[in-house]
């Protein structure tokens, strides 16, 4: 009777739910730990010169591309997703372990970069697993996401301000620590709470040419090329900004020190019930015209930035970053996976590889476009990156929602 009770409770579809948010947050907090602090860690810690702290970044994003679109390739063909994502939890505590007692570079950027390579496989993996549940329970699927979503946020409200608490005060063998504690603790929610879900069948809307199109290799599919692309390049001029704001307020604008941080608090703190709003204005709207009005709020965003110079008007053009980067994380998974109906997992991956593809080419890009041409230039570029990337959308062309 006591297993009965105890069955049916983690079936509850409210308890589903909790998990998945539960899930969400604490592997997300995990990341937010670690992220932060690592060129800290490398550099006073490892001892290592900017050039390799610089070299660690680039081989980590390149074998977490890797590592993450093998395992969605495999998960699509028959893996159970629920199982590939306590793996990834695994090998985070792996990692985790081995940044907390490993003060060798060549041991991180071998060994750890390879366990980092296989944990970051993790988060598209959640999210291709609620995308079947939701659509085998006749849930709302963008809602469903945007909830989900909203978490990975909160967690990095969260987890920088905490990682370099815990680095300052314990040390960084102690945030490590917490962070295999996260993994373990999510092992927990999923083994216990989420679901194991069948394969979703094809879809009733999408036709025989459809289905073709999205069991096809990858770039040979032009709407999922075109929308890779013009992923790459929205989250290139992203990740520049953030990479190059501090410097250009303190340097070039003369304001506050304390501004930035007010600036990407601001931003974060929007961007979760614009994720939730842009959920709801799905089915009238659409996907793909969010993504255009996700793109334009980015260009009167970098467009301002060149216009503005004073601290007020830098708050208020915040609203326009989160509406672009709110609508892009929210809507951009769920958009691949509507290309891609039978392989979710190749989607949601496809998608966290832009953002990593976005992060190699900012860090190669804001160096030295700044430092040839000042920081302005940045903003300009950004600019250019996001009329590209609105032509590159324009090539998708429009999908059944």
């Known amino acids: 009777m006591a297993n009965l009770i105890h069955n049916s409770f983690r079936q509850k579809s409210s308890v589903i739910f909790s998990a998945f948010l539960l899930t ?59 199982n590939i994502v306590i793996f990834c939890c695994v090998m985070g505590i792996c990692n985790s372990l081995t940044f907390a007692f490993t003060r060798y570079y060549f041991v991180l950027i071998t060994v750890g970069v390879f366990f980092a390579a296989l944990a970051s496989a993790g ?80 879809p009733l809307s999408k036709s025989i040419e459809d289905v073709a199109k999205a069991n096809q290799p990858i770039f040979k599919n032009k709407n999922v090329v075109f929308l890779f692309l013009s992923t790459v390049f929205m989250w290139t001029a992203n990740m520049m900004y953030l990479i190059d704001m501090p410097l250009y307020v303190d340097s070039t604008l003369h304001l506050p020190d304390t501004l930035p941080g007010h600036l990407m608090g601001l931003a974060a703190g929007l961007e979760i019930p614009i994720m939730l709003m842009s959920s709801f204005l799905v089915p009238q709207v659409g996907k793909r015209n969010l993504f255009f009005i996700a793109i ?65 080419l900012a860090g190669m890009f804001q160096g030295i476009i700044s430092e040839t041409y000042g920081h302005h230039a940045i903003y300009w570029i950004a600019v250019i990156m996001l009329i590209i990337s609105f032509i590159f959308c324009l090539f998708v062309k429009p999908v059944k929602e």
């Open 296 to 360: 334009c709020s980015g260009l009167i965003f970098y467009s301002g930035i060149l216009l503005f110079r004073n601290e007020v008007a830098l708050l208020v053009l915040q609203i326009f970053n989160a509406i672009f980067i709110g609508i892009v994380a929210n809507i951009g998974i769920i958009y691949f996976q509507d290309l891609l109906p039978t392989r979710m997992g190749v989607a949601s991956t496809l998608f966290n590889n832009g953002v990593t593809c976005g992060v190699i």
């Open 24 to 82: 969400t947050f604490i592997i997300g907090v995990a990341g937010a730990l670690q992220s932060p602090t690592l060129s800290r860690f490398l550099t006073f810690d490892i001892k290592a010169s900017p050039m390799f702290v610089g070299l660690f970044y680039s081989v980590n994003a390149v074998a977490s591309i890797v590592g993450s679109f093998l395992l969605a390739k495999y998960s699509d063909r028959k893996g159970d997703r629920r």
């Open 123 to 202: 988060m598209p993996q959640i999210f291709a697993l609620a995308r079947e549940y939701a659509v085998r329970t006749g849930r709302n699927v963008v809602a469903f996401n945007s909830l989900i979503r909203a978490q990975l946020s909160l967690a990095w409200v969260i987890g920088p301000p905490l990682s370099f608490t815990l680095v300052i005060h314990y040390g960084f063998t102690a945030m490590y620590l917490s962070g295999a504690m996260m993994f373990i603790i999510s092992i927990f929610f999923v083994l216990f709470f989420l679901p194991s879900v069948a394969k979703n069948p094809i």
